[in-house]
């Protein structure tokens, strides 16, 4: 078993399924913390109550990571891309959303 449950599973594209499920579960959590209703996200974000809905369940495919960065900026959170200068030592690079 790997650290990511996409590549176990065998998903294509393992690391783009593990990177958006991380942003969304932030958004989640920020969506909690704010206190925010669907609809309200909905409108802030351009995103119909249902598609909130059922992003936040996991649905999020053909979401893109780029709209998971703008719509979390829409609620009000930065989000930062950093790359390191030093390259990994054994085996390819990988990402992850770290939450400060």
């Known amino acids: 078993m790997s650290s990511n449950?996409?590549?176990d599973l065998g998903f294509p594209?393992?690391?783009t399924?593990?990177?958006k499920a991380q942003i969304v579960s932030n958004l989640g959590?920020?969506?909690k913390e704010t206190g925010l209703t669907q609809a309200e996200v909905a409108r802030l974000t351009g995103w119909t109550q249902p598609k909130v809905s059922?992003?936040?369940r996991g649905r999020f495919r053909e979401i893109?990571?780029?709209r998971l960065i703008e719509v979390t900026n829409a609620l009000n959170h930065n989000v930062q891309i950093t790359i390191e200068k030093e390259p990994v030592?054994?085996?390819p690079g990988k990402?992850?959303?770290l939450v400060g």
């Open 95 to 97: 990402t992850t959303v």
């Open 5 to 7: 449950v996409f590549a």
């Open 17 to 19: 399924h593990l990177i």
């Open 89 to 91: 030592k054994n085996g």
């Open 54 to 56: 059922n992003i936040l």
């Open 13 to 15: 594209e393992p690391e």
């Open 64 to 66: 893109s990571i780029e």
């Open 29 to 31: 959590d920020i969506i």
